[in-house]
């Protein structure tokens, strides 16, 4: 099993916690506010723990459990805390109208936060096309980014632990259309599919 920190104390944070420590993983929570930290943990149980706000995190995999715009600066706060790190990206950089992407340009949160992680941490994007409510009830696909194979590998092996199948794209540089994929999914929410119990996946076809 993987030890995990997540960062962020929200949703997701606590729907992805549930599944880790279901899964037998050793689950740190860290938040700017102690008290929501603390409480998380307690809610997760299975002996997770909270870690103190910018300290070296326990677990090998780090969750950025924020919202887009928060990754970056996190990330750039905690600086060598995160060495040796995997640093797991799951934002969606919407913009207002949830019709395009934040950012200009082919880049991807992702990518902007593997320029300020150190050197020798890895960054995967994943999670980001899964709603919560469906990773609360269902089994989707989790589609994984990123640039350094054995990274990508710990991911897929605490994403199987979960319960679900871990389906990578490629290098990092496809997070960007990990995000795009996202926005396709509010596309479909309201409008072809009209809710929100679903989530993308492949389906493959053989003979």
Not at 131 to 137: C, W
Not at 158 to 176: C, N, Q, T, W, Y
């Amino acid at each position: 099993m993987s030890s995990i920190t997540i960062i962020g104390t929200g949703n997701m944070a606590r729907a992805i916690g549930t599944l880790a420590v279901a899964g037998g993983n050793t689950v740190e929570v860290m938040g700017r506010d102690q008290s929501k930290a603390d409480d998380l943990a307690k809610a997760l149980g299975g002996g997770s723990t909270t870690g103190k706000w910018g300290a070296v995190p326990a677990g090998d995999i780090v969750i950025t459990a924020l919202l887009y715009a928060g990754v970056v600066p996190v990330v750039a706060e905690y600086g060598d805390a995160l060495a040796g790190k995997t640093i797991v990206d799951i934002s969606n950089p919407f913009n207002a109208s949830f019709d395009g992407l934040a950012h200009s340009g082919e880049t991807s949160v992702a990518q902007e936060v593997a320029k300020v992680a150190p050197a020798n941490s890895s960054v995967v994007k994943a999670f980001n096309t899964i709603f919560r409510n469906v990773l609360e009830k269902g089994r989707p696909s989790v589609f994984i980014a990123g640039d350094n194979v054995q990274a990508k590998a710990g991911v897929a092996a605490f994403v199987e632990s979960l319960g679900l199948r871990p389906l990578d794209v490629g290098g990092l540089k496809m997070a960007h259309w990990l995000e795009g994929m996202g926005l396709v999914t509010m596309g479909l929410a309201g409008n072809g599919v009209g809710h929100w119990d679903f989530a993308l996946g492949v389906d493959e076809f053989t003979g």
